[in-house]
Nanobody, 125 residues
């Protein structure tokens, strides 16, 4: 089992920045990639950003150029730096981890095997 604990959400004005953190523990050797999803009220949960164990990243088109995913392997932690935030970025953000092969991860075809509890991000206009 893998446990994921997020932190860093909050309220920010449009144009501002936030950084989310996700600390992983447990059987992390089985994990091939981690990422962030988000879910706004009444909408489906969508992938925001992904990073493989090798450091390759992928982003949803809606956040490209504004969000940056990174990882610190010494701390088993993944970060999501969110800049130039917009009201439409308001959602609950979930950390996720997968054992899926890299080829699936790079084509954004992976399904999370583990989820964090979620952290609220609210962007006011």
């Amino acid at each position: 089992q893998v446990q994921l604990v997020e932190s860093g959400g909050g309220l920010v004005q449009a144009g501002g920045s936030l950084r989310l953190s996700c600390a992983a523990s447990g059987s992390i050797a089985s994990i091939n990639a981690m990422g962030w999803y988000r879910q706004a009220p009444g909408k489906q949960r969508d992938m925001v950003a992904t990073i493989t164990t090798g450091g390759t990243t992928r982003y949803a088109d809606s956040v490209k150029g504004r969000f940056t995913i990174s990882r610190d392997n010494t701390k088993n932690t993944v970060y999501l730096q969110m800049d130039s935030l917009k009201p439409e970025d308001t959602a609950v953000y979930y950390c996720a981890a997968t054992r899926a092969p890299t080829i699936l991860v790079l084509h954004l075809l992976w399904t999370p095997d583990y989820w964090g509890q979620g952290t609220q991000v609210t962007v006011s206009s």
